[in-house]
C-alpha cells in the first residue's frame, strides 16, 4: 500500500507562487512516474503535469507551461510543484498521484494512488 500525502497549499493574490509537495510512504516508488492534478469546482479532475522515475521525461498541461515546474527527489520519495505567476483559474484542489509504472501518462485512470489533495486559491 503507498499512502500520498499533499502540503503547501494556501491563498494567494494573482502573481504570486506557492510550492506544492506530495510526501509518498508505504513502500518503493522510485520506478514510477508521479503526477499532479487539480479539480475545481464543479469541473473535472485536469492533469497538470507529470514526471518520470528519472526525471527525464516532463510532461505539462499546456495552460501551466513556463509558469510550473514539476520535480521529485527519490531520496527523500517527495515530487513538488513550484508554481509561479499563479492566476485566479489555478484555483482548485490539488492532488498527486502515483503511475503505475515509469511511463508519464495525462489521464487519471493510468495513476494507481492518489492523496487527498490540497487546496490553491488565487485572488484577483
Known amino acids: 500500500q503507498v499512502q500520498l500525502v499533499e502540503s503547501g497549499g494556501g491563498l494567494v493574490q494573482a502573481g504570486g507562487s506557492l510550492r506544492l509537495s506530495c510526501a509518498a510512504s508505504g513502500r518503493t516508488f522510485t520506478a514510477n512516474a508521479m503526477g499532479w492534478f487539480r479539480q475545481a469546482p464543479g469541473k473535472e479532475r485536469e492533469f497538470v503535469a507529470a514526471?518520470?522515475?528519472?526525471?527525464?521525461?516532463?510532461r505539462y498541461v499546456d495552460s501551466v507551461k513556463g509558469r510550473f515546474t514539476i520535480s521529485r527527489d527519490n531520496a527523500k520519495n517527495t515530487v513538488y510543484l513550484q508554481m509561479n505567476s499563479l492566476k485566479p483559474e489555478d484555483t482548485a484542489v490539488y492532488y498527486c498521484?502515483?503511475?503505475?509504472?515509469?511511463?508519464?501518462?495525462?489521464?487519471?485512470?493510468?495513476?494507481?494512488?492518489w492523496g487527498q489533495g490540497t487546496q490553491v486559491t488565487v485572488s484577483s
Open positions: 498521484a502515483l503511475g503505475y509504472s515509469s511511463r508519464v501518462p495525462d489521464r487519471p485512470e493510468l495513476y494507481a494512488y
Open positions: 514526471i518520470s522515475w528519472s526525471g527525464g521525461s516532463i
